[in-house]
């Protein structure tokens, strides 16, 4: 891991981030491989539910609980889903859903940002961490959203300027919250408080496709949800998004092999990804 020239930003490869896959011993069962409590979806986007649910089972997680909007839908496609509260080791919410028209959600977004579990916030439930930030959160918003959540917290700042700047305004928006922000693009900039600047820059152009950043949820939720006793500590967060960014851009250049693809191929190739991790494998 080299540090860009004149800067703090540091490139995120392969190789770095195959040391954060958990690998499961014999000794391993369905709870010590890590499980993930999720509320995604709505009915007016169920899909983005059925996409981080598929994200997160095939990224080496031992359970799913499912709370959201979407369950017939994501149990149609993962029956080995749970749809019963309990016991979680991390959070993924807010993929798929609408800040202005949260209902229950709201109370759920609440309860996980509440908890000492670290947690994933996308979409709906990021304005919601821009007023009670705390520890152990990792936003994954594009251009837009990290301009609406900066300003609910205060900070008025053009879209295109974020466009220009993105690396800058990670950083900025992740001092100003008090988050790990994974700022979406063609690359991936994330940046923790006062820590590590990681950049991401292996996936092809054909993964700007609809559902694509709900499958980089889920694969973000399985790793803090598979590395539990660390994921607070610091410098962990943004290592651990850096290395969903890199299982995110592997799956997609395996899927396209140069062509189109859909979100539900990324999410499909999520174990190709981490074997050639493992291996050692180029792609």
Known sequence: ?????GTNWM????RDAAEYVAVPTVASDKYSRGVLGVVTGSSAYPGAAVLGVEAAARTGIGMIRYLGDA???VLARRPEVVSAPGRVQAWLIGSGTDAQDLGLLGALFSDALASTEPVVADAGALE????APRRGVIVTPHYRELARMLAAAGTTVDVAAIAAEPERWAVRAANRLGVTVLLKGATTWIAEPDGPQLSVSLAPS???TAGAGDVLGGILGALLATHTSAALEPGMPARLAASAAVIHGLAA???S???PIVALDIAERVPDAIRRLLSGESA
């Open 257 to 259: 092999r140069g062509g």
């Open 71 to 73: 369950t017939e839908q």
């Open 128 to 131: 919601s961490v821009a007023l």
């Open 253 to 255: 250049s395996i899927a």
């Open 11 to 14: 490139p995120w490869a392969e």
């Open 1 to 5: 891991m080299e540090k860009f020239p």
């Open 206 to 208: 054909w993964t700007a």
